[in-house]
């Protein structure tokens, strides 16, 4: 299968793991932080992180748009489908992330919300136009990727004339959450962060282009390696980073060649330019306040913004405490780090946003890599 066979050889794999084996030096400690929740999801599937020299550490980062989501906007979504009576339309993991008060999506659903599962905002668009007498809000979040799509769909609502559908919008920005790890206390000031690198993340590369990216080069001395979702994009790019590293340089180098460029999609940052703007601030999980991480709809667009049109107000909410996913988003912490982790949290019961999606840095290690940690115990019969 073109594309996807050639970036899962088996072959090729012992070839990069062996020139990462012969070009890592001993004596050097390497810390590499993949953004992208694809990326966590794609090294604990594969066993990347047991290919890699000892020295060389990859860090999970907040890339998976469920995961940072904080719990205030989820209330907000609750509240309009329990109190205000609109029809709520979302991503299916969204659906399960905890909310206050022991809710959830799905859990308000059972309460009587009407709480739909969507694959896109299409798809809400689509029943706002089958229900006229109802309100339809579509609970959009995500980074750069799903941002064009709800662009399209305010547009299209715009030119039909609806006047029954409105976007929560929970759209964040990568590039200004790199910038806040890097201004974070761990990575400046505590160093209990070390990052050497960033893996670049691949499908908000393909929007964006590669060029967003060269202020942490220039700014920080940091290298970042655009990769693709395959075993082999990964390790490719972790090698790139080492010799990055090794040779004293931090450049933008892109891996994932075959869909990305320096410049993006520059028709899908158009559209989104048309219907979106930064907002000052909006908070992550895990990260707090980021400023100008995230966007809110244009004036020329705001019958279609709900928190305008339900004169929704935003209140943060603390995360349970005994969940420590704030901490592994940061990188300061691993999932078996948490107290809760695979025994009161499972991805059955989630506790923390980080179990929910299957690119939470939690999930994809209760899927894939709790075992590993746990000594095996030989007996031998007498």
């Known amino acids: 299968m073109k594309y996807i066979d050639e970036f899962r050889d088996g072959a090729i794999a012992k070839k990069i793991q062996a020139r990462l084996h012969a070009e890592a030096q001993p004596a050097r400690q390497y810390s590499f932080m993949e953004f992208c929740g694809g990326h966590t999801h794609a090294i604990s599937r594969y066993g990347i992180g047991e290919l890699l020299p000892h020295n060389v550490r990859m860090i999970h980062g907040p890339g998976c748009p469920v ?3 904080p719990i205030g906007r989820i209330d907000l979504a609750i509240q309009l489908a329990l109190e205000r009576g609109a029809i709520v339309c979302t991503y299916g993991d969204t659906m399960r992330v905890p909310a206050s008060g022991g809710l959830s999506l799905v859990r308000a659903k059972a309460r009587g919300g009407d709480i739909r599962m969507v694959y896109s905002g299409a798809d809400a668009l689509e029943i706002a136009r089958r229900e006229p007498g109802r309100e339809v809000v579509f609970f959009a979040i995500g980074f750069e990727t799903t941002t064009p799509p709800t662009a399209l769909t305010i547009r299209t609502a715009q030119q039909e004339g609806l006047k029954n559908f ?32 960033f893996v670049g993340p691949a499908h908000v590369s393909i929007v964006i282009g590669s ?32 010799r990055q590293v090794n040779e004293g340089r931090a450049e933008v180098e892109n891996e994932f060649t075959r869909a990305v460029n320096r410049d993006g999609n520059l028709h899908a940052q158009a559209l989104v330019s048309q219907v979106f703007e930064l907002r000052n601030s909006f ?77 939470g840095a939690c999930a994809a290690h209760y899927s894939y890599g709790r075992f590993k940690d746990i000594a095996v115990k030989v007996e031998v019969a007498a």
């Not at 929970?170 to 690198?197: K, M, N, W, Y």
């Not at 107000?313 to 603390?318: H, K, R, S, T």
């Open 67 to 69: 995961c940072v989501l």
């Open 166 to 197: 409105s976007v929560l919008c929970c759209h964040v920005l990568t590039p200004s959450a790199i910038t806040h790890i890097l201004e974070s206390p761990e990575v400046r000031q505590f160093g209990t962060v070390p990052i050497d690198g």
């Open 211 to 242: 060029a967003p990216y060269e202020h942490f080069a220039e700014e920080y001395r940091k290298p970042v390696v655009i990769a693709g979702f395959e075993p082999l994009d990964v390790m490719q790019a972790v090698l790139m980073l080492v």
């Open 283 to 359: 908070e992550w999980r895990g990260l707090g306040e980021v400023p100008y991480s995230a966007l809110k709809i244009r004036p020329a667009f705001a019958e279609f913004d709900a928190e305008r049109r339900f004169g929704l107000g935003y209140q943060p909410v603390p995360d349970n405490k005994a969940c420590e996913c704030g901490a592994i988003l940061r990188g300061v912490k691993k999932p078996t780090d948490c107290k809760i982790f695979g025994t009161v949290c499972t991805p059955e019961n989630p506790v923390g946003s980080c179990m929910v999606s299957s690119e």
